[in-house]
T-cell receptor
């Protein structure tokens, strides 16, 4: 079946450190891939997306590249800030799913000053 | 433009009680979804709707019912609450498949 696996947290980094959160997927066909972020006490909001192989999504200094050959969509940021502390979810949608998202379990990031 | 709103924000129920969670969106979206979020589980789809008057089951539908009588509203009902339904419930909507989904702020439900 279709699924998303992302690295387990929590991840604790110092401010200005480099961030990578790994995400791999299993899906039939050609899914669209997403990263959502959930700040404490809030709902989820879209961080970035990519809809086809080799596409790079980017937003707020975060980037992720759709790699079909490795079925991956790793999230990266060159220099994290305290305000990036949140839970990050990798997710996909696929044809025939009526648009619902298949989520990974989430990775909690804490950035210390 | 309020986006997606959910009512109530918090609720405590006793086992066997019933309640309805309301989701409203003002973006004229066709697709609406109910997810539940549990620790270490990510979000899982309960029910969804692809348009006014339509509903369908998701991954974890047991113990829940839904209705979409108006395009802007999607109701989630618990007829007889169980402790296993203690969770945070999120509603989301989108214009079309593969588009960004907009999430509400969530409802934290505790069943004792």
């Amino acid at each position: 079946g279709n699924s998303v696996t992302q690295m387990e947290g929590p991840v604790t980094l110092s401010e200005e450190a480099f961030l990578t959160i790994n995400c791999t997927y299993t899906a039939t066909g050609y899914p669209s891939l997403f990263w959502y972020v959930q700040y404490p006490g809030e709902g989820l909001q879209l961080l970035l997306k990519a809809t086809k192989a080799d596409d790079k999504g980017s937003n707020k200094g975060f980037e992720a590249t759709y790699r079909k050959e490795t079925t991956s969509f790793h999230l990266e940021k060159g220099s994290v800030q305290v305000s990036d502390s949140a839970v990050y979810f990798c997710a996909l949608t696929y044809g025939g799913s009526q648009g619902n998202l298949i989520f990974g379990k989430g990775t909690k990031l804490s950035v210390k000053p | 433009n309020a986006g997606v709103t959910q009512t109530p924000k918090f609720r405590v129920l006793k086992t066997g009680q019933s309640m309805t969670l309301l989701c409203a969106q003002d973006m004229n979206h066709e697709y609406m979804y109910w997810y539940r979020q549990d620790p270490g589980m990510g979000l899982r789809l309960i029910h969804y709707s692809v348009g006014e008057g339509t509903t369908a089951k998701g991954e974890v539908p047991d113990g829940y019912n839904v209705s979409r009588l108006k395009k802007q509203n999607f109701l989630l009902g618990l007829e007889s609450a169980a402790p296993s339904q203690t969770s945070v419930y999120f509603c989301a909507s989108t214009y079309e498949q593969d588009y960004e989904q907009y999430f509400g702020p969530g409802t934290r439900l505790t069943v004792t």
